[in-house]
């Protein structure tokens, strides 16, 4: 089992930068599959960006060249790096961890991108 607790959210302004990390409660070199997902009130939660234990990472079309997936497996964080952030960026982020047959998530950050 694993905890996973997100923070970093904000309130930021069109062209901002905002890093969003996952604190997990135990050694996550050994988890294969990380990922953010975002949603948004009335639509379903969607992949973001993942990564996995060999740093193969993925990312939504609409966030690729504006966003970084990165781990450390010292601290047992997983960062999502946002640039160039606009309103359609805005939404609830959530953490995931799969172990084995076995998911889990953090209980999200808020972001918002507004003038």
């Known amino acids: 089992q694993v905890q996973l607790v997100e923070s970093g959210g904000d309130l930021v302004q069109p062209g901002g930068s905002l890093r969003l990390s996952c604190a997990a409660s135990r050694n996550i070199f050994s988890i294969n599959y990380m990922g953010w997902y975002r949603q948004v009130p009335g639509k379903e939660r969607e992949v973001v960006a993942s990564?996995?234990?060999?740093?193969?990472?993925n990312y939504a079309d609409s966030v690729k060249g504006r966003f970084i997936i990165s781990r450390d497996n010292v601290k047992n964080t997983v960062y999502l790096q946002m640039n160039s952030l606009k309103p359609e960026d805005t939404g609830v982020y959530y953490c995931k961890a799969r172990v084995s047959i076995y998911k889990y998530w953090g209980q999200g950050t808020q972001v918002t991108v507004s003038s």
């Open positions: 990564i996995t234990a060999c740093i193969s990472t």
